[in-house]
């Protein structure tokens, strides 16, 4: 079988339990949006988006790392799995130690708006330090699955995952009002502990979620053993605090302009802004689906094929089908934003449409530069990861500080691809410099003009004209099939 076949097949499966776990996750966006207005939302928005950033500080980056160092010393795999877990666990008793003492005054900082009262936000916290805690001890037997080449338990879990969030939310938002409406048995003992419309219920459901996968993933965290080798240690925290400041770095690209926004707009406006805001930009999702499932095909395949000699030219044609893929979802999403639109069920999102085209491309070259990235994770350069994210992160915070102020979300959205698009052409040059790879340059970038111009037309042009937009679609599917014949040929006639 051929390199390229065999990536797209880890890759393809990592894809279907992504998408079956995505695809329950994403009807969570009608559920929500149906059952809370926007300033409800936002609540929702603010937490998660704290939480992101506390999950890549759990992490350490050791989940890069466990990947590196199996590389790097494969016939010390065990302890190598033994000294990510412990970084991971020694972060997260930490971070217990110094959160839950005080919840009150960390529900004082992150509150917005004025309708939620204080102590609500101090159960949410609550809730959150149990999903943030029981996520991280997940973090490494994920990883060793991932490196392990078990990717259908790795979808089995975190499919069931989802199915037990889905369900409890779906019980606490819609089938225990039912019951109390219409006074059918149970009635009686959900009304003497039920709230209806808390949005607390959407976090409880998380945190049992949570505590499932741990137990489920119980035979894997059997396998750690109290052994530490302290020089390994350190030589995985020098690799791999460079790559948590370029993860947290990320995140903060990723979540700050929605604290930024309930923090800066004011306070009559901040929760429904924000609840808009985030409800638009969940149609992205359609996007970032297929870039987690790259994510976690390729990153374990790239550590694995370092050492071949003809890496570098699978890595460029790997880039080669990615631009492809990521540019062709970009335009189908936006040619078909008039059905689309339906996935936030709730007219009062839909003026904050305009936010998706510049989100979209922003999460095209994210996806970018996670693949470019690959040099200086394989060159053992993370300081670079640090750099680029770095610089994206300041981009985003003084942008959004300067401009949400006078454009609201609709500055959250260009600052997005205005800091993801720098921190892909930064990782372009100074990879070139360092670890040169034989990109096509000048056709990927081809694929990426052509689809901007593309969505330009169709969502600005021609006014979101689904019958236009799906046109364009068609004459890009057929330009680049037509370009790539040869290419796709070679592929699948190779064996």
């Known amino acids: 079988m051929s390199t390229a076949k065999k990536f797209a097949g880890q890759t393809a499966i990592y894809g ?12 969570l966006t009608p559920l929500y949006t149906t059952a809370y207005r926007p300033s409800v939302y936002s609540i929702f928005s603010t937490m998660f988006s704290y939480a992101s950033i506390l999950q890549a500080i759990l992490a350490f980056g050791m989940e890069t790392t466990f990947f590196r160092y199996l590389n790097k010393f494969s016939e010390n795999k065990k302890q190598v799995y033994n000294n990510g877990f412990w970084v991971v666990f020694m972060m ?18 992150i509150k917005i708006g004025k309708d939620t009262p204080q102590q609500e936000f101090e159960k949410y916290i609550k809730y959150f330090i149990g999903i943030l805690i029981l996520d991280a001890w997940c973090v490494i037997p994920f990883a060793k699955l991932r490196a392990d080449g078990r990717p259908v338990k790795y979808g089995a879990i975190k499919v069931v995952n989802i199915v037990i969030m889905f369900s409890l939310n779906l019980i606490f938002i819609f089938l225990i009002p039912y019951l109390i409406k219409h006074n059918l048995p149970g009635a009686d003992w959900c009304r003497q502990w039920f709230t209806p419309g808390w949005i607390g219920y959407v976090f409880l459901s998380n945190l049992v979620a949570s505590f499932v996968t741990l137990l489920l993933l119980l035979p894997e965290l059997l396998q750690i053993k109290l ?16 790559i948590l400041v370029a993860n947290l770095s990320y995140i903060i690209n990723e979540n700050l302009d929605k604290l930024l926004l309930g923090k800066l707009l004011p306070d009559n406006i901040s929760e429904h802004e924000l609840g808009v805001y985030s409800g638009c930009a969940r149609i992205s999702i359609f996007l970032s689906i297929f870039i987690q499932a790259f994510r976690l095909g390729a990153e374990p395949f ?27 979802i970009f335009v189908g999403v936006v040619a078909n934003i008039q059905i689309l639109k339906y996935y ?11 936010v998706v085209p510049p989100l979209l491309f922003g999460y095209v070259s994210l996806g970018i530069y996670m693949n470019l990235s690959v040099w200086y994770k394989l060159s053992d350069q993370t300081k670079y990861g640090l750099y680029i994210s770095g610089v994206g992160a300041i981009l985003t915070i003084v942008l959004n500080v300067l401009f949400i102020p006078k454009y609201s979300y609709m500055a959250s959205a ?44 169709s969502f600005y042009i021609f006014n979101r004209n689904i019958f236009v937009g799906n046109a364009l679609l068609l004459i890009f599917v057929s330009a680049a099939f037509y370009f790539e014949r040869n290419n796709l040929k070679a592929i699948f006639n190779k064996q």
């Open 16 to 27: 279907i339990s992504t998408i079956a776990q995505r695809l329950l996750s994403s009807l």
């Open 92 to 109: 997260s008793v930490v971070f217990l130690l110094l959160t839950l003492p005080f919840t009150h005054s960390i529900a004082g900082f």
């Open 227 to 242: 052994v530490f080798d302290s020089n390994l240690f350190k030589d995985m925290l020098i690799y791999s605090w460079p």
């Open 302 to 328: 790239f550590f694995s094929h370092a050492k071949n000699k003809n890496s570098g030219q699978t890595y460029a044609r790997i880039m080669d089908y990615f631009v492809i893929m990521v540019c062709l």
């Open 344 to 354: 936030v069920n709730n007219k009062s999102y839909w003026e904050g449409l305009d």
């Open 414 to 457: 260009w600052v997005s691809l205005i800091a993801y698009a720098t921190m892909m052409i930064l990782s372009y040059i100074w990879g070139q410099k360092n670890y040169p790879i034989p990109y096509n340059l000048k056709k990927n970038l081809a694929y990426i003009i052509s689809s901007i111009l593309l969505v330009y037309l």
